[in-house]
C-alpha cells in the first residue's frame, strides 16, 4: 500500500486529494483510489488489532482541524472522530503509537504556535487528552517507541539538529535538546 497526496488546483474543486495504490509484488500497481475525505491529508498511520489508524488535517483555511480515521483494507474508511479537541490555529503532521494495553499515543506537529503536542487516548479513541511539549517538533520525520518512552529526531530550525524524547505522560519533560555531531 502506497498513500500520497495529489495537490491540484486547476482542474479539481478541491485543492487537495489523497490517493492509495496497491500492489502485492511490489512491481504491478493498481489504479490511484482517492482516500478518505478531499482536503484532508492523511499522515503516517499505524496498524493496530488489524486496522490501520491515522489523523488527517485540513489543507485548507477554512477547514483547518484534525480527525482521526481508520480502515481496515486501506479502500474503505471510517472517521472515528471527525474534529479532535486540539488547541492549535494548525495542527498537522502527525504520528501514531500504541501500547500493548491498546492505550494510543499521538504525536503533533502544530504551525502559528511553537508547541507540539502529545494526545493520548484509550479504546475506542473517541476522547483525547492533549498535552503540550514546549517546542515544536517535525512528527512525521523519525519516531520511536521504547519502554514507553515518545522520542523524536527532527530538523529544527538555523540548522541545528534536536532529539526530542519524553515519557508519554510528559508535559514540558519534552523540551528538546540540541544534538552535538
Known amino acids: 500500500m502506497l498513500v500520497g497526496c495529489e495537490a491540484n488546483r486547476k482542474t479539481r474543486p478541491a485543492h487537495h486529494q489523497s490517493l492509495v495504490w496497491f500492489t502485492s509484488d511490489g512491481k504491478k500497481w493498481t489504479q490511484q483510489l482517492e ?18 489508524y491515522f489523523c488527517g488535517y485540513g489543507c485548507r483555511t477554512d477547514n483547518r482541524g484534525l480527525g482521526l480515521y481508520t480502515t481496515t483494507d486501506g479502500k474503505e474508511f471510517e472517521t472515528l472522530v ?6 492549535s490555529a494548525y495542527p498537522n503532521e502527525t504520528s501514531v503509537w500504541f501500547l500493548p494495553d491498546g ?43 521504547k519502554a514507553a518512552r515518545i522520542g523524536s529526531g527532527v530538523p529544527y530550525h538555523q540548522g541545528n539538529a534536536y532529539f526530542c524524547q519524553a515519557p508519554p505522560d510528559a508535559g514540558r519533560n519534552g523540551i528538546p535538546s540540541r544534538l552535538t555531531a
Open 35 to 52: 482516500l478518505a475525505d478531499p482536503d484532508f491529508w492523511p499522515w503516517r498511520g499505524k496498524w493496530h488489532n488489524c486496522k490501520e
Open 82 to 87: 471527525s474534529k479532535l479537541n486540539v488547541e
Open 103 to 145: 492505550t494510543c499515543y499521538t504525536l503533533l506537529r502544530t504551525e502559528g504556535v511553537h508547541s507540539s503536542q502529545i494526545g493520548i487516548s484509550r479504546p475506542h479513541y473517541r476522547e483525547w487528552t492533549w498535552k503540550k511539549l514546549g517546542a515544536p517538533v517535525l512528527a512525521g520525520v523519525a519516531t520511536f517507541q
